[in-house]
């Protein structure tokens, strides 16, 4: 049960972080140039931090971060694309 929750944890913390970066970067570029930076930001951001940890960690900081920002990748870039198109739900 506490890794459902900590995965849970780990994917709503990764979409937050993806889409309302996304989202504020918008004001400046293109929907779909604005998720992609975003996901660039992210990784950079969260991969300079692996740096501080001590190597026994870094796996499970990479499961926790890495993993659900892929799993999410597909979500923002779709989300993006229908933005740039003018599709309303």
């Not at 930076?37 to 969260?46: C, E, G, Q, W």
């Not at 026994?56 to 694309?81: D, E, K, N, T």
């Amino acid at each position: 049960m506490n890794g459902f929750v900590f995965a849970l944890f780990a994917l709503g913390y990764s979409g937050g972080v993806l889409f309302w970066l996304a989202h504020a970067l918008k004001k400046m570029f293109p929907p779909m140039r604005a998720a992609l930076t975003a996901f660039a930001i992210s990784v950079t951001v969260h991969g300079v931090t692996m740096f501080f940890l001590e190597p026994q960690h870094v796996l499970a900081a990479l499961g926790f971060w890495g993993v659900p920002h892929l799993i999410l990748l597909p979500a923002l870039l779709y989300s993006a694309w229908r933005e740039s198109k003018g599709v309303r739900s």
